[in-house]
Structure formats: structure tokens, C-alpha cells
């Protein structure tokens, strides 16, 4: 059995206190769990901005989307308003079918200053019922033949 040298213990030599307690003389591998913490905050707040840009792309790539047919059946209604005729004037609501469930039209003809032309203006609208949601308008000149 190994003398106690003063106040350590039997096992301790005053050397290999020291030894622990500095720092300088042990090799220090690995991080701390601040530094480990840290990197974390940095890691979850980088996947919670790219988490929000992604839904964001998603959002706008379906308001183009919707944007976009929308356009094109508000196109497609006015040149089928012109192929009928000189229109009347009032008004007209529809929908465009199965074919693009969703979509609703109304259209309003009203006169001009001039008597042998006649304005058009289409609204093409989706997401909710006439007057909300999301639409797109149009708006064209007729001219009597």
C-alpha cells in the first residue's frame, strides 16, 4: 500500500493532480457541448429557412399555374364572345366545364362612344365563389362587321 502523500488519495500523487487540473499538458480532443450546441442552432435554423422556401416555391408555382389557365381560358371565352357576333349588351356568367373544373367566368359587354364598337370585360376566377378568390381580367373591343 502506497503512502498517502498529505490530503490527496492513496491513489493520486500530487503529480497527477496537476497533471488533470491543467490544462496545457492534456490533449484536448473533440468539441464542447457549447460548440456542439451551437453548431445544432445553426443546422435546425438553416432547414427551418429552406423548409419555408420550399412551401413558398410551391405556393407561387401553383399561383402560376393558376395564373396561367386562367389566361388561357379567358382568351379562349373572348374569341368565342367575337365568333358569335356583334354581342348584346349585359351580362353572362358560366363555367368552362368539366374540363377545367374550378373556373368560373362573367363576362359584361357595355357600349362605347363609338356606336360600332362595343367593350367586353371578362373575369376568369377560381378558389372561391364570384367576388373572392383569386381572378384574372380581360378586357377587349368588338367591332361590327
Do not use: C
Not at 358569335?84 to 367566368?105: A, I, M
Amino acid at each position: 500500500m502506497r503512502k498517502n502523500q498529505g490530503h490527496f488519495p492513496y491513489f493520486l500523487t500530487e503529480n497527477t493532480f496537476l497533471k488533470i487540473g491543467n490544462r496545457g499538458s492534456v490533449p484536448q480532443d473533440g468539441f464542447t457541448l457549447l460548440e456542439v450546441m451551437i453548431a445544432l442552432v445553426i443546422i435546425a435554423t438553416s432547414f427551418v429557412v429552406l423548409l419555408h422556401n420550399r412551401n413558398q416555391s410551391i405556393v407561387m408555382a401553383d399561383y402560376a399555374r393558376h395564373i396561367t389557365e386562367a389566361s388561357l381560358l379567358s382568351s379562349q371565352k373572348i374569341s368565342e364572345i367575337e365568333q358569335e357576333g356583334f354581342p348584346e349588351v349585359g351580362e353572362d356568367t358560366g363555367d368552362f366545364g368539366e374540363d377545367f373544373p374550378g373556373y368560373q367566368w362573367h363576362s359584361q359587354v357595355s357600349e362605347t362612344p363609338y356606336e360600332q364598337i362595343r367593350e367586353i370585360k371578362l373575369i376568369v376566377y377560381w378558389g372561391k365563389e364570384e367576388g373572392g378568390g383569386k381572378s384574372v381580367d380581360l378586357v377587349s373591343y368588338v367591332r361590327e362587321k
